[in-house]
């Protein structure tokens, strides 16, 4: 029997050393149980224990964040794992200047997924857990009732700010906000640490793709507060997640993270031969578990296993098993690395 503990593993994976064997594991969405702490936290270790995951990536709602500036959504009617949104508190791009910075503390959104992360490290003492939270640009994006996708909108808003007027016509203000959002996270950062979280699953989104910001915006509009959160967030180990086709992973080979995870199989990305610096976190695609096809999840689980060995490597989907996930799929998954 090994002497790693999962926290040992964990953090030796995550600094670029091997351990006794590569990590697993997948997390997804509970849009029934996402609406407050103690069903998020009671969902989560429950899910964590039932496949006895090597480590978690807490999966809130997908709006928090953007709900600590005010905005309003309806938890009773979900597109996909969006509820619609009803309210903005950025109508117009000249309300930018109106967003500020929020202490965590005092911020209910915020608190109620402190208190979730306080939870679930009761429940689950030994087992490591971040949290996800999503890039200043991403909320800012999310808040104004825009998608941070290239192909999708926002569920309920079918006019939203257009980009335009976000980044050229209101620059300044975008800014402000982007500074005010960037500040307000890396407080929440700092709570979660005191909450029990091991680190930050960072998610960019889809706002490395090339056809939402070119190079150049990318680098004014997201690097700089991206470093801010970061920076805060150095007390831990943090996994960097760029959504979606042409992903980028690359580009962030420069962030201070300790993981990269992307999607290995989807248009315009890299495979696990990537050069890339942090750790890498993936090599199954998420999208099989929707239709459980254990013979192709085992197969792609077994050839990224082959293509890592000898490397520090975290087997996992490529993005969040969709809701459909049979408990069949996830068992054959979890085997994958212990076989």
């Not at 500020?100 to 911020?107: I, L, M, N, P």
């Not at 296993?305 to 069949?328: H, R, W, Y």
């Amino acid at each position: 029997m090994s002497l790693w503990s999962k926290q040992e593993r964990f953090q030796a994976i995550l600094s670029g050393e091997l351990a006794d064997r590569p990590i697993i594991s997948g997390w997804r969405h509970f849009i029934d149980k996402e609406q407050n702490a103690e069903d998020l936290a009671s969902s989560t270790i429950s899910f964590t224990e039932k496949y006895d995951w090597d480590w978690v990536k807490i999966n809130p709602r997908a709006t928090y964040l953007a709900e600590a500036w005010g905005n309003e959504y309806n938890f009773a009617d979900y597109r996909t794992v969006f509820p619609r949104q009803l309210t903005t508190a950025v109508p117009a791009a000249a309300n930018l200047w109106d967003l500020e910075v929020k202490k965590a503390a005092q911020t209910p959104s915020l608190l109620e997924h402190l208190e979730a992360v306080r939870k679930i490290r009761q429940g689950l003492p030994d087992t490591p857990l971040i949290q996800t939270v999503f890039s200043p640009l991403t909320v800012l994006l999310f808040i104004v009732g825009r998608s941070a996708y290239v192909t999708e909108t926002v569920f309920g808003i079918e006019q939203p700010v257009t980009l335009e007027s976000l980044f050229k016509e209101h620059r300044a203000a975008a800014h402000h906000a982007l500074h005010a959002i960037a500040l307000t996270l890396a407080d929440y950062v700092q709570e979660l640490r005191q909450a029990g979280s091991d680190g930050l699953f960072y998610a960019v989104t889809g706002t490395a793709h090339p056809g939402l910001f070119d190079e150049a915006m990318f680098d004014e509009l997201s690097r700089p507060y991206d470093s801010i959160v970061l920076e805060a967030a150095s007390y831990g180990k943090n996994i960097l997640h760029t959504c979606g086709a042409h992903a980028q992973p690359e580009k962030f080979n420069d962030y201070r993270i300790d993981g990269i995870s992307w999607d290995t199989v989807a248009e315009g990305n890299p495979g696990l031969d990537a050069d890339l610096k942090a750790t890498k976190v993936g090599g199954v695609d998420h999208g099989l578990f929707a239709g459980n096809h254990l013979e192709q999840i085992e197969q792609q689980a077994k050839e990224a296993l082959a293509k890592m060995k000898g490397q520090p490597f975290i087997l996992s989907p490529n993005c969040a098993i969709p809701l459909t996930v049979t408990d069949e799929a996830l068992v054959h998954f979890k085997n994958t690395v212990l076989g």
